[in-house]
């Protein structure tokens, strides 16, 4: 008798047995269904929690400069390199980047008739906009001639606009005084900034950061950030970024950097890993509960089929072939169970997406371990019924009645 006729017996028996069989099999159903769907559930989490805290609306990657004086020399006064938008063309191709945020600042009294006050000012590049989800609410956005052609347009924050505006005016095309020169404006956008930052007294605004440099005196690039294209690489992009421009600068005696997220990432895996291996764990007991019914249903098998053993053995039927016939046996009712259990698994995260914020992923890893433990549950439950099976004595087992 080979595999194949040891598997076709085996699943008639649990075929010819259905209810008793479905019973035995729950306990490992349960279990394997259970630790995927938690396992499912603590992955969505982990992309979940990474996207809060590492997502492109709520995280940049900010790269700054480091002065690193020649050895023995004390740190003296020195200029940070000035940064080009060719430098940003050079961060925007770096593998992993997403796109590149460059930014400046400058501060300016704001006039509307009688009305006046004080705003921050962001200079910025037509690039900002996508990179950091900004919801334009009124007119556009600045596009890249903007920038070029040092275009006197400004944008206005949600803040500023009830500020200097009566709700039933429409702000798109009015002429303000900024610092006693004229400016457009051309849009009203909701602010990036949390609320708890924000400047609710007088609000805010956006310019061309080129009008910024020109107006202000300031660089046209002071910050520059980089936004990872995948949340859970954020710390590595980084760094190739940094390291990608302090090559193309030349720099002898500095360097750029970033700020490290690999310790907060180490420590939000570590969390929810350990999470998951503790839930997991509850719920594989119910595996070990059920491989041992497997075992007591197997035992039960081996009395009731005494006497078909004993015949076999009399007709030449090997120690081993009967111990590899009952293993089988209860390997294909232990993965019948998981082939079942990743079922339910897969309708249980489905469930889990649809009523919860996360988004529960069925790793094809977790689900061939899954199986492939359920099977080798099989192996190791099956190993004292069809051991027992092989040592009966045909002469015994056909007088058993």
Do not use: C
């Amino acid at each position: 008798m080979n595999i194949w006729e040891s598997f076709k017996i085996a699943l008639s028996s649990i075929w010819n047995h259905k209810v008793r069989s479905i019973l035995t099999m729950l306990g490992i159903i349960i279990g394997v269904a259970a630790v995927i769907i938690i396992v499912a559930i603590g992955q969505g989490t982990r992309t979940k929690m990474t996207n809060e805290f590492f997502g492109t609306d709520k995280n940049a990657i900010n790269i700054f400069y480091e002065y690193m004086p020649p050895e023995g020399e004390e740190p003296t006064f020195w200029m940070e390199p000035e940064l080009t938008n060719d430098d940003v063309q050079t961060l925007a191709e770096v593998p992993g980047v997403k796109a590149v945020i460059a930014t400046n600042q400058g501060y300016g009294m704001m006039v509307r008739n009688d009305v006046q006050g004080d705003m921050q000012i962001t200079g910025v590049g037509a690039e900002y906009f996508s990179a950091r989800k900004i919801k334009v609410l009124e007119g556009r956005s600045f596009y890249a001639a903007d920038n070029d052609g040092l275009n006197r347009v400004i944008m206005i924050d949600t803040f500023a606009r009830k500020k200097f505006f009566k709700e039933s005016e429409h702000p798109i095309g009015e002429i303000i005084d900024l610092n006693g020169n004229p400016y457009k404006i051309v849009g009203v956008y909701e602010s990036p900034i949390p609320e708890q930052f924000r400047n609710k007294d007088n609000g805010e605004m956006m310019m061309p950061r080129a009008v910024i440099s020109m107006m202000f005196g300031n660089r046209e690039i002071e910050q520059l950030s980089v936004i990872a294209s995948d949340p859970e690489k954020v710390s590595e992009t980084g760094r190739l970024a940094a390291e990608t421009l302090t090559e193309k600068k030349g720099l002898e005696d500095g360097k750029y950097t970033t700020n490290s997220f690999e310790d907060y990432e180490k420590e939000l895996n570590k969390m929810i890993s350990l999470l998951t291996l503790l839930i997991g764990s509850i719920a594989g007991i119910s595996l070990l509960v059920g491989g041992i019914g497997v075992m007591n249903i197997m035992l039960v098998s081996v009395t009731e089929r005494t006497r078909e053993i004993g015949l076999r053995k009399a007709i030449g039927a090997t120690r081993r072939k009967i111990l590899l016939q009952f293993l089988i046996e209860a390997i294909t009712l232990t993965s019948l169970g998981g082939l079942i259990g990743m079922g339910l698994a897969a309708i249980g995260t489905i469930i889990v997406s649809k009523l919860s914020p996360i988004t529960a992923t069925m790793s094809p890893l977790i689900v061939l371990i899954g199986i492939s433990f359920s099977a080798f549950i099989g192996i190791i439950f099956g190993i004292l019924p069809a051991n027992k099976a092989s040592k009966l004595s045909p002469i015994d087992a056909l007088r058993y009645e």
